[in-house]
């Protein structure tokens, strides 16, 4: 019987997406197949997940994934084409549903998503926007397949640049903030052990603080810079060297090239 799901491109993205599908309860034998042409690749998934259909080549299936690298995509598309799949999620950055669409047969149904690393960890934050065709349940079936690594926002297509800049290169942003803190810390006197465990610490406490309280960053930046004390004194530092402007200047590059790509 044809799997329900087949993932095309079983690499970084794609396997953490079945492994949170099959913690979701997916079955491997029945549920969910896999295409990848990285003998290695395949090797690995099958010995992950027994059970699984691993191949090289596409496959019947209802519906696909698709998770390969942006410049094999459409064409990748055109050869599953003849095994008429009824829709595709496409989580390859920057190329847009009307490219998918035309690469498929007609009147197939496309689905776009812009997922981010900690999917790899199951907390992962993705953008979601359907194609012409895809209707509600097009966009409740994508939403369930990456809910199971993180959390899904629906936007219109046209806002995906800006999700890339902001939460698909995000992740990139923290881990060079997380270098530079630790960084500071040796400089500061501390071991490198020592300095890494209160970065690492302090980012995910203040993650969790933004999360859980609700309340906005202003305001809980505020509640812990007391007049004239070290916390002003590091804020103002980092005014002065624009780091607010700096952020808002290179989500705009992000964004922007996210455009360049898929142009
Ligand atoms: N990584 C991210 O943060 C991120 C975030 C959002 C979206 N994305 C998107 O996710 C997609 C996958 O990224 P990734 O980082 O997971 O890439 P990856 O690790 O390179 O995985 C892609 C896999 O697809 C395989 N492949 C290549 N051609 C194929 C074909 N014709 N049929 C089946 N499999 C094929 C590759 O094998 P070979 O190694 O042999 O080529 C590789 O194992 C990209 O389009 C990217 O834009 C990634």
Do not use: C
């Not at 992950?48 to 690298?69: I, Q, R, S, Y």
């Amino acid at each position: 019987m044809a799997p329900t799901l087949l993932l095309v491109g079983g690499g970084k993205m794609g396997s953490a997406l079945l492994s949170g599908l099959v913690a979701a309860g997916w079955a491997p034998l029945g549920d969910l197949a896999v295409s990848d042409t990285d003998p290695a690749q395949r090797a690995r998934l099958a010995e992950a997940h027994p059970g699984l259909t691993v191949v090289d080549g596409p496959v019947e299936a209802a519906d696909v994934l698709l998770a390969v690298k942006p410049d094999v995509a459409e064409a990748v598309l055109r050869t599953l084409g003849a095994t008429q799949p009824r829709r595709v999620l496409s989580i390859v950055a920057g190329i847009s549903s009307d490219r998918l669409e035309a690469a498929l047969p007609p009147g197939s149904v496309v689905v776009r998503a812009m997922p981010n690393t900690p999917s790899l960890v199951g907390a992962g934050v993705a953008g979601l926007s359907g194609g012409v065709g895809a209707t509600k349940a097009d966009l409740d079936w994508a939403e369930g397949i990456l809910a199971a690594v993180g959390i899904v926002v629906r936007v219109p297509e046209r806002q995906l640049d800006a999700v890339t800049g902001i939460s698909g290169s995000g992740p990139a942003y923290v881990f060079l903030m997380a270098e530079a803190m630790i960084e500071a810390g040796v400089i500061a006197g501390l071991s490198r052990d020592v300095s890494h465990t209160l970065v690492v610490g302090t980012l995910l406490g203040a993650s969790r603080m933004l999360d859980e309280t609700g309340q906005e960053p202003a305001a809980l930046r505020a509640a812990v810079t007391s007049p004239g004390g070290t916390t002003a004194a590091a804020v103002r530092t980092l005014e002065f060297k624009a780091v607010r402007s700096a952020f808002i200047e290179a989500v705009a590059a992000a964004v922007e090239r996210s455009r360049q790509l898929g142009r």
